[in-house]
């Protein structure tokens, strides 16, 4: 019988250890500091594996990650008690392009877009981040970010707003910044 519980425990660690590089992502595009992603990754990681055994759903283990990465980013936000900034953004590209125009071009796209999102007030970076790019259902935004799920939903319509005309091309082909972006809390 031990044996199976054991056997039970090393499954479930390889699947939370398989989740580092998208707490990762995630924690890189909430901080925009590929250190300070790295140690609210790890540190989530930590955490969720000292408290497996509390995880009832294991249907629910990507969502349970994601809303101890958020406790550990919110921790982190509070230990600062500052805005974090506009901080330097990862440049490395992985792409396909076959020339170098191409290369530059989609360089730039991914800059352009990176500075968007992080142009988003916090609240709105998350839901976008948690739906668009990890792929996550509102429930599960909701559960993570422990917020209505019509709170998911409206941050989320407003994000997607905001990046539309952050992104939308002007006669010169640069982006325009819009007047202001509201804050949600």
């Known amino acids: ?72 980013w919110r921790d982190h936000l509070r230990a600062r008690r500052n805005d974090l900034g506009d901080e330097a953004l990862d440049e490395r590209v992985v792409d396909d392009a076959e020339g170098p125009e191409q290369r530059y071009a989609c360089r730039q796209t991914v800059q352009r877009v990176r500075r968007a999102i992080a142009a988003l007030p916090l609240g709105q970076r998350q839901v976008l981040t948690l739906v668009d790019i990890e792929e996550c259902s509102y429930a599960q935004v909701a559960q993570v970010l422990d917020v209505p799920v019509g709170t998911v939903m409206s941050r989320l319509a407003r994000a997607r707003g905001a990046l539309r005309r952050l992104l939308a091309p002007t006669e010169i082909g640069q982006t325009r910044q819009p007047a202001a972006i509201r804050r949600v809390k």
């Open 1 to 72: 019988m031990q044996a199976l519980a054991d056997l039970w425990d090393a499954a479930r660690r390889r699947r939370i250890e398989q989740l580092r590089p998208r707490l990762f992502r995630l924690a890189h595009a909430w901080c925009h500091d590929a250190a300070l992603a790295d140690d609210l990754a790890q540190e989530a990681l930590v955490k969720g594996l000292a408290r497996a055994s509390q995880l009832r759903d294991p249907q629910a283990l990507e969502s349970w990650l994601f809303s101890i990465l958020n406790n550990c």
